[in-house]
């Protein structure tokens, strides 16, 4: 039996068990899933330790993100932009390889389970952290109209769009830039929601055909939604999807297996009132 977890603090509700539990069963994967809180700042000994009882792979979730790249031996595309993993593969030669699946977790979800084909669509991004930086490439890589990146640093968001420039038609902005032109997509990708506080953006940005995205899961409706949903926005959708896109992507690169997820968001998902 393979062994995998997810480790970060605190790690109270983690529902990755229960989601790569739920994906070795339905796939017929003989894989055991932990989770294992670690105390912060000792990311790399929890980590270490796993790995020597035989532990292949792990989840990484806050605060152990950038600790978990800096721990790798190998780092893909996306793991670099972002400069944080949010998986790790430990291999047999030795190797430790990192990966982040966030961005094209989100991507999936947005596309494949809300079903919002994002070719030539303008979508605007709330937050410049770890959150939006993961997000970017695989964003730009489905050919969108328009991206921009609004921030309340904007420098923040002016040097992140910067770095991925070729990549796609990326800008950056302030929140009072934001015209009264509406988007097709919104995702809040900043950590406002976590304290229930509402990101500075004007509510012309939404319309009877936008898709209100929030990256948090399990808040309910946040403050952010509803705005979205008083301005008129077309639907709504919290992170749960993401979450579950992510680990699917974690769990084809660690077992060669891609599982079906429709089943597991539907038994995630919480209704957002
Ligand atoms: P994460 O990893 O969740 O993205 P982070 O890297 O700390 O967290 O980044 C938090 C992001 O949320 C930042 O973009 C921050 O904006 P600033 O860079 O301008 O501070 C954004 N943020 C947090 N609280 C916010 C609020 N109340 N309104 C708007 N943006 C907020």
New binding site residues.
Partial sequence: TDRYAVTGHPLGHTKSPFIHTSFARSTGQDMEYLAIEAAPGSFRETAEAFRASGGRGLNITAPFKLDAFAFATEHSEAARLAGAANALSFDDDGRIRAENFDGVGLVNDVQRNLGLALACKRVLM???????RSALLPFLAQGPAAFVLV???TA?ARELAARVAGAGPITAAGYDELGDAPFDLVLN????SL?A????VPPGVFAGHTLAYELAYGKGLTPFLALARQAGAARLADGVGMLVEQAAEAFAWWRGVRPATGEVIRALTVPLA
Wanted: glycine share 16%; aromatic share 0%.
């Fill in positions: 709330l937050g410049a952290g770890g959150a939006a921030n309340r640093d923040k990708a900043t950590s406002a304290r506080e509402l990101p500075p």
